[in-house]
């Protein structure tokens, strides 16, 4: 079943990768990681996700990786 | 004049105020930290004022806008940062050659080459040996507050404007970042009349600005003329501040920053008993190496402390007596010396 | 369960230290890219300019040199005349090419230079904290031109692009946008492109990407997005300006 | 009388307005003050930093190495700085976002202080920094909290004003948190 | 008996310094017509170059200043944003122009600055004794091409008028010919155009005269004009290449 | 070796002749007189020997062109003249800063400003102290003849190599215009192998070539490093000339051209009995400041004569023993002193 | 009648002027001037100038001066 | 032995080959020698100058205040140069272009030769330069005519070698007018 795997420690929090999700997967954390920036997760690992790798093209911070 | 109101203001716009205040109204510079405030005041002040302010393309173009701008008449300025300023040196001598007033401020960064964006001395051999070609001198004040931020920049106007010379204000990343209270005063001395400036030939013979002689001869009768008014500059124009020198066994000789530093060292060294003193270029071209001179016929000792590896050090050696010991005190590359450290050199050498 | 997206090999692992939602980084993975589909790593020499890239050889593990702010094509050209095997690329922002390294980058063009350029033009100058950029747009406000851009006074946004492909010396030249997804693929065939005229030797290949600067734009980063689209795009119009083809010059 | 303090956290955390706010409590008050903030490329990673030092003489280097206090406002800022205060040194730390596990030194006076939680009581997270200034004021003993929210009137800007109030609230909640007035 | 020609009046006297036939006494003559027909002699500020023509102030009746070489469009931006009042024009050469001092004339000319810039292209450095000018034409021999000019190692013959007249910031650019009495007309009222822009504060104009330079290129008067007309104007071709209307502006 | 033949070349085109000698294939210039024949030998030449010349579009582009090219391992070099070099002092400062070796030839002709073409000595300043920012230093030649124009070219690639440093020869125009008989010697050091330089990371990690530390402390140690390798440069390096010092009572002090006309007015002084000698500094940086301090002992008075207004003569005071006297002849702008001029000052100070 | 004046201390012997008259009335001299130049002169001053200014547009010395 | 000379003339007088055949002479004889020339902007004016100077022993500048040679190819050079030979120097001067009317010296040794005229003679104008050199070798004694010949191959170009008899007809030409070998 096709995934993705987000690096939370890497991660800024920018919500690029969020906005693109079709399926809005994507949602923000409350807490901060060590770098002082509210992460990003998969918030629904099981279900929907299509490995479509928009959300990695456009993460910035190179921090998502598509498995399918 | 009326007591006034101390503001709390940064080294750069500091700078900002001094110049309009000095009738400056033409700014042509182009970003670099640790100066950006200046450039950032100035367009947003300018246009208030009916001045003009250009981000010019490069340093290059702005020394050579402020060339223009001087040219006719004007009182204009740019301002920069070490990399930066290595790019207007030939600017700068061409200003010295064509005997153009111009101020320069270099907010020294550390380097040499990018280097990095904290505090340094280390372009005080640029600015008072000539980093451009040829035999000229730039007229460099070293200011070490910003109160004398804002001062320097108008005395740097009038001394350009009097003795038709670029001039420099040769300050430091700190001294461009830091807020301290300074007063606004007023008494701005009028700028001179100008009777060199291309203002258009109109019921006059052309004028004519250059510093290219060809015929035998010229050139070095204008060196000549050149190092004659610098002469002048050294006669009148020296400036600097003494702490405690008058029964000093050993003076501390430090400039910009690195005085303030040495200043809080100096007055611990006294509180310890130590008879130490502080001398403070406030000029460093022309350098107040006569006073040195004097000084160092009861000194034993002098102690030069600069946030570079070495350099007014020269200009201290080349002045005081021949057998004055002279000892050195650097921290380059960014490191600020703190007043314990300093306190510790003069321990060690007093 | 395959891997369909991960990092290229020609990044390594550090964080960097761009802000949130910066463009920097996803033009950084397209170079990467690059380097891996070519295979050319090990024999690629990147130049760094002055601007918030400057730190660029944290990321990449390729051989790359710094040059002063602007300079970078002439770096470039000193590198690739002296040894032509090594694929050389310069990445600069808009300050650092457009601006004060004006004259060098029209030069190296001109001169044909076989060397790749990738020129982030985010509309201002991101390292030294929002200053006018020659590509800024016309009213955008930056910290000096606090009242927005005003041709009268600041001139008009350059448009580089355009100004190079007219050169004889310029084999790629091409203007993409890091707004979304598939314009991201198509800046990424781009991208690729410029490093495969160099490799043919067939001479300047340049690519400029817009790219957002939330920072300096004041904005947050899907704003920024959004400001690609609406304000630079119709500026700054996308598309490959000039594709020579290899067989033109063997 | 002689004061240096440093504070240091995100950018965003209000750490240069906290600084000239107390730098210009400072100057109201009638003492020599310098203010010198971090600049330039270091801002880029996300950090701000600012060293504000106070006195009734001349003041030499606005750059300390050994502050006498150190407002720590988030967890890298505890761990990179906790060292440079001198020994009897005041240290304080946002224990919202810093882990006050994490202090090493016996040799200091530390408080820990939830700077962020008590801000987003009083209703906005960005008050942290006043709330840090509260109770710096309490601690150090070099300004009085009333001479700090005297001096907000000149920092903060003026669409701004209206906020004044809740500032005041918050500094008077960081000296209530650190000991009360 | 009416004098029908005469020395315009802002000239002087003095013999020029220039080679028997070199253009720039030409080009000399045709702005001074310009300023005596405006009568603007006595308002107008000279920009010399670092070239041949740095001497002009010799020979110009009005004020001149010295620009170091390639930056005569900053010193002339500094001098009309200081004075608006005045008129201020730029005279520079092939190598000044458009080598060593691209950045400038392209910026200032992007920025819209209300000077005037006369360029003469005579395809070659000749103050400093005829080595090769981004101008210099594929295949010439100079000191510095000594086997002619190679595009593959020396890049192509640069057209400024090309690269300047698509910038918004523009408002008339031309490249005219002094090699006959027909086209030294033409010349001549191009020129006039580009100072009456100016005169009517409409902004940046240009005008390329493409002279010869006999010199350095190894021939005499008559050959170097017939090297004009069949070298050079096919690869620098004449005409006007913008020219907005004062309308456009007020 | 074989008996050689002498023959006569002009200066510049000495030092093309030696850069090719010495390996250097790679050439990146900008036009100015009076070193013009640089560049256009190299435009010969360099085709020949399967080498590049580019005619950069500045000289800015030249350093800069230099600088790549010393990053991938190549000998390469450029040339320029004093307003050119004036616009290098950025990139030197880099070349420095990244510890990379490159050649620069400035052939220094008369300021300042644009000036005039004639000779001069106008960059002493420029080139030793560090015309760029921060803390740096140049390995400066001073060659006198047109054999040493060639000899110092080759010596400048040897030491910018050993030491990955800049590397200046200072000459004149004198220098590059004229003409005199050389032998061209087959005696070339071997190129050290560069273990930093950038040609891919192949089997190996990926390497930068930077000169911005911004890592607490960084820079500070980088700044100190590069003054210890000058330290050891100043130890090893120096070079000199004497003539006739040994009975000496007047040293007279000149570099370059100067102690050409030097030499004639000292013999001339032997020939009326007068004890004086004369000291050539060939390495201007590093200073034979230790060679001159020991002279300085038995030596009444050092007369420097330069063709500028006073700048070796800062090197000469801040190296002699305390209470030497040293006096100054100095013709700027293009003037060239006579052995006739030499000999009166030698005269009315001995 | 129509005709041109000379300078011929000015004149550099380009021959520029010779070239564009359409009657061929320019001549060069052998003899030198001042600056060394064989200088041009009207060849034949009484008859068939026409004052068309040719000879003045081309001259780059501006050494001819013509009256009609 | 020491000998300088200075030539100075038009441009196109072939200034600068005189004196690089006579430095090139000057070397293939042993002796120590400098050629400086005029450069750059001065040639724009259409002058061509040049000093040589010759030496058995080191030689000090290249350049000459007081030659004791000055030959004076056109009027102009007679007029500006005749002041820089010393007393008792020689002055030649090519009295085709130049008027012997206008020397003024009483103190140095002044010889006319109509250098053009007898090149055209010759039937090239261009000798007169080599027309100089055997008259400079005749009067100075500084260098024989033969050595000056001797020299033509070395400075002669590839391509004009078969010019070389004519140029040491020229320059025989010069020792015989200035009072024969
Ligand atoms: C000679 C010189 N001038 C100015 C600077 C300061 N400076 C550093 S980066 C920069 C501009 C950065 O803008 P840009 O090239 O657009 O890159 P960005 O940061 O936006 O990616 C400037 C002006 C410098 N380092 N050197
Ligand atoms: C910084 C600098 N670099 C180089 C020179 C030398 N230089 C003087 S004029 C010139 C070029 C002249 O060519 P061009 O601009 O085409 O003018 P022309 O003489 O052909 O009219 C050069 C390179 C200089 N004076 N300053
Ligand atoms: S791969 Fe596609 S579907 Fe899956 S999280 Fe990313 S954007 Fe959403
Ligand atoms: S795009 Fe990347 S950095 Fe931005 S929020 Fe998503 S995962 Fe984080
Ligand atoms: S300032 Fe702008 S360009 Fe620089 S890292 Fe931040 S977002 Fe990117
Ligand atoms: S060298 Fe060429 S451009 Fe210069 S004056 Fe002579 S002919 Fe004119
Ligand atoms: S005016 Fe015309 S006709 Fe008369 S001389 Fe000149 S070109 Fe000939
Ligand atoms: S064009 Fe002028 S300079 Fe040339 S020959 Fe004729 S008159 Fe003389
Ligand atoms: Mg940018
Ligand atoms: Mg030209």
């Known amino acids: 079943m096709p995934t993705i795997k987000i690096e939370s420690e890497k991660c800024k929090g920018c919500s690029l990768c969020i906005d693109v999700c079709p399926y809005e997967l994507i949602r923000q954390e409350r807490t901060i990681n060590h770098q002082g920036y509210q992460y990003v997760v998969l918030a629904d690992p099981e279900e929907q996700c299509t490995g479509c790798t928009l959300c990695a093209l456009m993460c910035p911070d190179i921090c998502i990786e598509v498995f399918k | ?350 | 369960m395959k891997q369909v997206f991960a990092k290229p090999k020609a990044l390594n692992d550090e964080i960097m230290h761009y802000c949130p939602g910066c463009g920097h980084g996803v033009a950084h993975r397209l170079v990467a890219e690059a380097l891996d589909h070519y295979d050319i790593t090990g024999r690629t020499v990147g130049v760094a300019p002055v601007g918030c890239s400057v730190l660029m050889y944290d990321y990449f593990n390729c051989d790359i040199i710094e040059a002063p702010h602007g300079r970078a094509p002439a770096v470039a050209t000193g590198m690739k005349r002296s040894r032509s095997d090594l694929i050389v690329f310069a990445y600069q922002g808009d300050g650092d090419l457009a601006s004060i390294g004006l004259a060098e980058i029209v030069h190296a063009a001109n001169r044909g230079e076989n060397i790749t350029v990738i020129f982030i033009n985010n509309t201002v100058y991101g390292m030294t904290g929002g200053q006018m950029a020659p590509t800024t747009l016309l009213g955008q406000k930056t910290t000096t031109s606090p009242y927005g851009r005003n041709f009268n006074t600041d001139g008009y946004p350059i448009r580089m692009a355009e100004m190079l492909a007219p050169l004889e010396g310029t084999t790629y030249v091409a203007r993409m946008s890091l707004d979304k997804p598939v314009n991201i693929l198509k800046a990424r065939k781009s991208v690729f492109k410029a490093f495969e005229m160099q490799i043919n030797n067939v001479g300047f290949s340049f690519v400029e990407l817009l790219t957002i600067c939330p920072t300096n734009w004041g904005m947050d980063s899907m704003e920024s997005i959004k400001r690609i689209q609406d304000e630079m795009i119709p500026y700054f119009p996308l598309g490959v300006f000039k594709e020579k083809e290899t067989e033109d010059y063997i | 009388m002689y004061y240096d303090v440093f504070i240091s956290g995100f950018g965003g955390q209000g750490i240069l307005l906290a600084g000239q706010l107390l730098a210009e409590a400072a100057m109201e008050k009638g003492l020599n003050v310098t203010f010198f903030p971090s600049y330039g490329v270091e801002m880029r990673g996300g950090t701000a930093r600012c060293t504000v030092v106070m006195s009734d003489n001349e003041i030499g280097s606005p750059i300390v190495d050994n502050p006498r206090c150190v407002i720590a406002m988030n967890q890298p800022s505890l761990v990179r700085y906790q060292e440079s205060t001198p020994p009897g040194g005041l240290l304080i730390v946002n224990s919202s976002l810093a882990n006050l596990d994490d202090v090493k030194r016996q040799d200091i006076e530390v408080h820990g202080v939830p700077m962020s939680e008590l801000a987003v009581e009083l209703g906005n997270a960005r008050l942290s920094n006043m709330v840090a200034l509260g109770a710096f004021a309490r601690l150090s003993g070099s300004i009085s909290s009333d001479e700090i929210a005297g001096a907000l009137e000149a920092v903060i800007s003026e669409r701004n004003r209206s906020l004044i109030p809740l500032n005041e609230r918050a500094i008077m909640e960081g000296v209530r948190y650190a000991g009360g007035k």
């Open chain 2, 1 to 350: 004049m009326t007591e006034q109101k101390r503001i709390l203001v940064k080294g750069n716009e500091a700078v900002g105020m001094g110049a309009i205040r000095a009738g400056c109204l033409y700014y042509f510079g182009y970003p670099i930290t640790p100066q950006n405030e200046i450039p950032e005041f100035m367009s947003r002040e300018l246009p208030r004022h009916d001045g003009e302010f250009v981000q010019a393309e490069s340093e290059l173009a702005s020394i050579n806008m402020v060339l223009g701008a001087s040219a006719v008449g004007v009182r204009s300025m740019t301002s920069s940062s070490s990399p930066g300023i290595s790019l207007m040196q030939e600017g700068l001598s061409y200003l010295a050659g064509q005997e153009l007033p111009a101020v320069v401020i270099n907010v020294v960064r550390c380097g040499p080459g990018l280097g990095g964006i904290a505090t340094s001395q280390g372009d005080y051999f640029q600015a008072v040996k000539g980093g451009g070609h040829g035999d000229y001198r730039v007229i460099t004040l070293a200011p070490a507050s910003v109160q004398e931020m804002y001062d320097h920049t108008i005395l740097a106007f009038d001394l350009a404007d009097r003795y038709r010379n670029p001039t420099m204000v040769l300050a430091d990343a700190v001294l461009g970042q830091m807020q301290e209270p300074i007063f606004e005063h007023g008494d701005v001395p009028p700028e001179p009349r100008k009777h060199w400036t291309l203002t258009g030939a109109a019921n006059r013979p052309a004028r004519h600005l250059k510093s290219l002689y060809l015929k035998e001869g010229e050139l070095e009768a204008h060196n000549r003329m050149l190092q004659e008014k610098y002469r002048e500059i050294q006669k009148h124009e020296v400036r600097f501040e003494e702490y405690d020198v008058d029964d000093a066994q050993l003076v501390v000789a430090a400039f910009g920053t690195s005085a303030r530093i040495a200043r809080t060292a100096v007055s611990r060294a006294r509180e310890k008993g130590l008879k130490v003193g502080l001398f403070r270029p406030v000029t460093v071209f022309p350098f107040p190496g006569m006073r040195l001179c004097s000084l160092s016929e009861r000194v034993k000792k002098f102690l030069v402390v600069e946030m570079n590896t070495g350099q007014m050090v020269e200009d201290v050696r080349l002045n005081v007596k021949g057998d004055t010991e002279v000892e050195f005190y650097g921290r380059p590359g960014g490191a600020i010396p703190t007043p314990v450290e300093v306190l510790t050199q003069i321990e060690r050498h007093y």
